[in-house]
C-alpha cells in the first residue's frame, strides 16, 4: 500500500505559479500510474493531470493544458504538479492520487490511493 501527502498549497495571485508536491511512503510511486485531481466548493472532482508509471505518457486536462506540468522525482519518491500563470479558475483543493491498476487514467474511479489535498486559492 502506498501512502500520499500533498503539500505546496496556498495563496497566490492570478497570473502567478506554484509547485505542489506529493510525497510517497510505503511503496515505489514509480509502481503506479499517478495523478492529479481537484475539486472546487459545490463541484465535482476533476481530472487535472496524470502521469503512467513508464513514465512516458502524461496526459492533462484541456483547462490547464500549456499551463501545469507533471512530473516524477524517483529519488526522493515524489509526484509535483507545476502550475503557472494562475486564475481564479483553478482554485480548488489538489488532491494526488495513485493507481495500480490499468484503466483510464482520467477517471476518478480508477485510483486505489488518495492524499488528503492541498489548499490553492487564486485571487483576482
Known amino acids: 500500500q502506498v501512502q500520499l501527502v500533498e503539500s505546496g498549497g496556498g495563496l497566490v495571485q492570478a497570473g502567478g505559479s506554484l509547485r505542489l508536491s506529493c510525497a510517497a511512503s510505503?511503496?515505489?510511486?514509480?509502481?503506479?500510474?499517478v495523478g492529479w485531481f481537484r475539486q472546487a466548493p459545490g463541484k465535482e472532482r476533476e481530472f487535472v493531470a496524470a502521469m503512467t508509471r513508464s513514465g512516458v505518457y502524461r496526459a492533462y486536462a484541456d483547462s490547464v493544458k500549456g499551463r501545469f506540468t507533471i512530473s516524477r522525482d524517483d529519488a526522493t519518491n515524489t509526484v509535483y504538479l507545476e502550475m503557472n500563470s494562475l486564475d481564479s479558475e483553478d482554485t480548488a483543493v489538489y488532491l494526488c492520487a495513485a493507481s495500480s491498476n490499468t484503466q483510464s487514467v482520467y477517471q476518478v474511479r480508477t485510483y486505489d490511493y488518495w492524499g488528503h489535498g492541498t489548499q490553492v486559492t487564486v485571487s483576482s
Open positions: 510505503g511503496r515505489t510511486i514509480s509502481r503506479y500510474n
